[in-house]
């Protein structure tokens, strides 16, 4: 700019205040906004600990070493009312883990099965997947899981359980089935059990080289479960075959031997599978109608088989969308298993509370279950991030 | 279907390898297809024009099937085009397909486009499917695209490297639609000249276009389509300069007067 133009122009001179400055203004709130949020915490911890003394309330962790004195219907590992807190709260984080666990895999082969259903171009198989979805998800999860606990509590009692085959029961005592006794000869069967998953996984891969080799295809499906199904058949039977049924009887009021799912399992379970499966089902038919049809036809008019097409052209691009919001869905299933508190499945929740009540601590104690939400949420996060990374395509 | 060609003689001028006899279509209650009566030879050039909703597209998607047809019948290199899979699968690999969107697959580099189809349809080994890939992306001139992936190239670069992956298949017939509309000006030309190469080299092509200098230079004859049914069919020559139809000369007089 040139002095003469610059004398054309009556600039009008604005307040040199630093409060009209926009940078100064800019920091200035922010620092106010931390000083107040650091306040109200001050504030609120004095509080806490105000109140707290005033009621004579221990502060602290130590109450997770005493003996909770309570026992717990369900357990996985060793545990009775002699033991402490601490080990109480491991068994409700170990029974959450374990119906979050099958509810994910139950969930997610369900909403698979019911997106795809939804998409086919069979009429029924659509309009049975669309009514499950929408029956599932429009109802509120609480009332899925009450919905299949009073199922269950109205099942006849353990004398006139049904008993679809012999030896397996359902009562409300809740599924039970017969089990093999332990048997050493057993963990040779679990080697190779594994080895054979492994040496699947090799077959597959070597199918695949051969295949880019001589462009000869091989179905490696029942070579696969040839290899993982025979080889602990064959450790099992070389080892001369033991086995020996442990079946549960009717004894008194309830069944001995065999192994059972409880009621409350099986309610939560169903309950929080029937319901995420609905959105996994949304969530999987948006994927696959994601991948526009232009990419269909055009492998249709290479002469690809259909098979080939939903492998290597619909479902590489449908996964980055399906993804994501899966993840979502696997963390609140995840946190939907707290309901479990409401049909007396103990869960994290549901012990946690117990030891609430007991002890008095609810700080400590709610800060424990949060923690550990926090830890099971953050790494399913971190998995599926993962496996996101793996499979979001490449485009550029 | 090897066995089927075998029988016939190869090269042969005048021999008809696509043939439509009183093929109707509906799409719904909308007539897209209306009596359509066509043949074209073994190595013959035709170009399909009209305003849009004609049917043209309709009808050379009816070819490999990527639309079926209600009435009539449609035989492709001696194959009849009927519910039977195996048949639409033997015409789908003699019948290459050039799209107006391209429709690449984005997740595959150039080259795995290629490849893919020769794979997985001729059960080709990967390194000579590769080779033969790099051999068609040379003829198209885009050799050095090999490895980037579909979103890096320009729009006709990507129609380019889409008729690579159908002559992959090494088809016997092409069907181009409306390969060129979707593309800017300045691309137009080199995806022209690779179809004026291909029908040099004398591949029975089915071409939807607006492109009217390539049908004056390189067809053998133009058919004009309006309201779901052929107006007219004509070589070049006479198309344009005598056209019989009112229907043809006010199209024409519509696309060429500017």
Known sequence: MTV???????????????????????????????????????????????????????????FLNETSGFDIGETLIEYDSEDSY???????????????????????????????????????????????????????????????????????????????????????RGFIFPVPEPNPAYTWVWVALAAGLVLAFGFNYWAQKHREKTGKYIATLWPCMGIVIGLPLAAWLVQGAPLVWSVPELKGFNFRGGASLTPEFIALLIGITFYTGAF????????????????????????????????????????????PPTTSQYLSLTKNSSLGVLIGYPDLVNVGNTTLNQTGQAVEAIAVMMAVYLGISLTISLGMNIYNRIVAIKER | MPGARKTRKKNETGETIITLEGVSKWFGDFQALRDINLTVDKGERVVVCGPSGSGKSTMIRCINRLENHQRGRIVVDGIELTDNLKNIEAVRREVGMVFQSFNLFPHMRVIDNLALAPMLVR???????????????????????????????????????????????????????EPTSALDPEMIKEVLDVMVELAEDGMTMVVVTHEMGFARTVANRVIFMDDAEIVEIAPPETFFSKPKSDRTKLFLSQILTH
């Open chain 2, 123 to 177: 059960q080709m080994p990967k390194k000579d499917a590769e080779e033969m890939a790099l051999g068609y992306l040379r003829r198209v001139q885009i050799e050095e695209q090999a490895y980037k992936y579909p979103g890096q190239l320009s729009g006709g670069q990507q129609q380019r490297v889409a008729i690579a992956r159908s002559l992959c298949m090494q088809p016997r017939i092409m069907l181009f639609d």
């Open chain 1, 280 to 323: 996994i089902a949304e969530i999987v038919r948006a994927g696959i109608q994601s991948v526009p049809v232009g990419q269909i036809e055009a492998s249709r008019a290479l002469g690809i088989r259909r098979g080939f097409i939903m492998r290597y052209i619909t479902f590489p691009q449908a996964l980055r969308v399906i993804v």
């Open chain 1, 4 to 62: 003469a133009h610059e004398a054309n122009i009556d600039i009008k001179k604005g307040s040199s205040s630093l409060l009209h400055n926009l940078a100064f203004r800019g920091v200035a709130y922010q620092v106010l906004l931390a000083a107040a949020i650091v306040l109200l915490a001050y504030l609120l911890y004095q509080n806490v600990n105000a109140n707290l003394e005033k009621q004579r309330i221990a502060t602290g962790f130590d």
């Open chain 1, 86 to 172: 601490g080990r109480a709260l491991l068994v409700g984080i170990m029974n959450t883990l374990s119906v979050a666990a099958c509810g994910i895999v139950l969930a997610t082969i369900l909403g698979t099965i019911m997106g795809i259903a939804r998409v086919s171009r069979n009429w029924l198989a659509s309009i049975l997947a669309s009514g499950y979805v929408e029956i599932c998800r429009n109802v509120p999860v609480v009332l899925h899981v009450i919905f299949w606990a009073s199922v269950i509590r109205n099942l006849p009692s353990p004398k006139q359980a049904l008993s679809p085959m012999e030896g397996v029961f359902l009562a409300n």
